[in-house]
């Protein structure tokens, strides 16, 4: 059983960072998905950013030069760096994560249903930006 714990939210002023994390534990794919979305309050889920096996990254326009994903394998962890918050970006971050057999890609950050679907999920960590 796949299981997804995110870390690392919190409150931060409008300009400053946070990062977050999400250890995985439980799966033995070779090929793989993951990635970050968010949800504000009234708004629908979105994808933020995305990384797969090999170091490819996808990201949404919104975050692009603010926000850096990137994993550490040996700790089976996956980072999501924001930088330069604003208070759009408040909401609360959820981590993905797919198989091969999904066929979910980095290219498939913005097929948020498809991810509802296919993808093991974390818990979520709420982040929240003071202006």
């Known amino acids: 059983q796949v299981h997804m714990v995110e870390s690392g939210g919190g409150s931060v002023q409008a300009g400053g960072s946070l990062r977050l994390s999400c250890t995985v534990s439980?799966?033995?794919?070779?090929?793989?998905?993951m990635a970050w979305f968010r949800q504000a309050p009234g708004k629908e889920r979105e994808g933020v950013a995305a990384?797969?096996?090999?170091?490819?990254?996808n990201y949404a326009d919104s975050v692009k030069g603010r926000f850096t994903i990137s994993k550490d394998n040996a700790k089976n962890t996956l980072y999501l760096q924001m930088n330069s918050l604003k208070p759009e970006d408040a909401a609360v971050y959820y981590c993905?994560?797919?198989?091969?057999?999904?066929?979910?890609?980095?290219?498939?950050?913005?097929?948020?249903?498809?991810?509802?679907?296919?993808?093991?999920w974390g818990q979520g960590t709420q982040v929240t930006i003071s202006s």
């Open positions: 993905a994560a797919a198989g091969e057999l999904s066929g979910l890609t980095v290219a498939a950050l913005g097929a948020t249903r498809a991810w509802n679907q296919l993808a093991y």
């Open positions: 439980g799966w033995t794919w070779h090929k793989y998905c």
């Open positions: 990384i797969d096996d090999d170091g490819s990254t």
